[in-house]
């Protein structure tokens, strides 16, 4: 944890917030602050702020948090991507939304495509309780405080005709794709974009067709073929 994420449950009079469990054992054990230092916290939707430690009691740590009267600093500029991704096998799934939520990424969409195998869809990565200690832990990491959005489309051709384009208004679509000529080099500059992840061996001929006629962009990464969980941050770097 790079910063101890804060919500109103854990604030018991105005500036003061007791924390317990992973957070207060990450402070006491791997940190090894005291009482009287400081440590940086983030407030959940909110912003950067510092905290003076008052005391550990009842197993957790209690916090005195500076600028409680709003005074904060915000936190990283999200990337102006939407990322669009063919639901990956529950590992590469976590270090995916892992991936993408300490680079900056807030809006992802998991879609299901010819070649996502059927049992992906039953994996306990996908609920909530988890994609939200996954959420924390992405922030915590990336001194971040805004949350991410997960959706899941369980079939491709809706998922392709009915919502992709909405999410593509004012965007650039690009479609990762092997096989696809044009090779991504140019950053964006900041120009909005849309990034499509495939499965596993790549989109369908069908698939690939359908996504340029709906204006995407087909591009590869070069003659390389990588795995899911290394072409994202690869792209995110050349793109951004």
């Keep these: ?28 054990n791997v940190l090894k602050k005291q009482p009287g230092d400081r440590c940086r916290v983030g407030m959940l939707c909110g912003g950067l702020r510092s905290a003076a430690i008052r005391s550990y009691r009842d197993g957790g740590v209690e916090l005195a948090v500076d600028g409680a009267d709003g005074e904060s600093v915000p936190p990283p500029e ?48 996908l609920e909530p309780g988890f994609l939200r200690g996954l959420m924390l832990e992405a922030l915590a990491q990336a001194v971040d405080t805004v949350p991410w959005s997960v959706s899941f489309h369980r079939f491709f051709k809706p998922f392709a005709e009915d919502v992709l384009p909405g999410l593509a208004v004012g965007k650039r679509l690009l479609v990762c794709h092997p096989s696809a000529e044009s090779v991504a080099a140019s950053p964006l500059g900041g120009v909005p974009a849309v990034v499509c992840l495939g499965p596993e061996g790549g989109f ?36 951004f």
């Design 1 to 28: 944890m790079n910063v101890i994420l804060l919500d109103d449950g854990d604030f018991f009079a105005p500036g003061l917030a007791f924390i317990a469990g992973p957070r207060a054992g990450h402070m006491i």
């Design 78 to 125: 999200p990337l102006p991507i939407v990322l669009a991704a063919a639901l990956p096998r529950p590992k590469t799934f976590r270090k995916l939304l892992l991936c993408a939520g300490t680079s900056g990424v807030k809006e992802i969409h998991f879609f299901g495509a010819f070649k996502v195998d059927k049992s992906y869809w039953q994996s306990p990565f």
């Design 204 to 239: 369908t001929d069908y698939e690939a067709g359908l996504l340029k006629s709906l204006g995407g962009e087909l591009i590869s990464l070069g003659p390389r073929i990588l795995r899911t969980e290394y072409a994202l941050p690869y792209l995110l770097g050349r793109l």
